[in-house]
Nanobody, 127 residues
């Protein structure tokens, strides 16, 4: 089991930027699929981006392509989500998740793929 802690959320105006961080205080095994998800009030949790810590290409849903960038820092076992040109529809609680058992693959957008989750960090974008 991987313990995850998110940080970096906040309130910004439309067009602004935020950088979310996901840390693994207990350490991260090698070769983990790390995902960022978000859940808006009254909606289902949805995938945003994913990256495999083994160095494969990052994955994004269409709605954030060109605006969000996921990256990893091996030295600190941290995964980041740089969010630019934020819009009100990006308002949600953002969660990071880990699957240390396999690659990201075509199921990377499925919440059930990830056994380990952080507590979430709130992002609010005002118009």
């Amino acid at each position: 089991q991987v313990q995850l802690v998110e940080s970096g959320g906040g309130s910004v105006q439309a067009g602004g930027s935020l950088r979310l961080a996901c840390l693994a205080p207990g350490g991260m095994p090698a070769g983990v699929c790390m995902g960022w998800f978000r859940q808006a009030t009254g909606k289902e949790r949805e995938a945003v981006a994913a990256i495999h810590t083994g160095g494969r290409s990052p994955l994004y849903v269409d709605s954030v392509k060109g605006r969000f960038a996921i990256s990893q820092e091996s030295a600190t076992s941290a995964v980041y989500l740089q969010m630019t040109n934020l819009q009100p529809e990006d308002t949600a609680t953002y969660y990071c998740a880990a699957d240390s058992t396999r690659t990201c693959g075509y199921l990377w957008t499925r919440t059930e793929k990830y056994p380990d989750w952080g507590q979430g960090t709130q992002v609010t974008v005002s118009s």
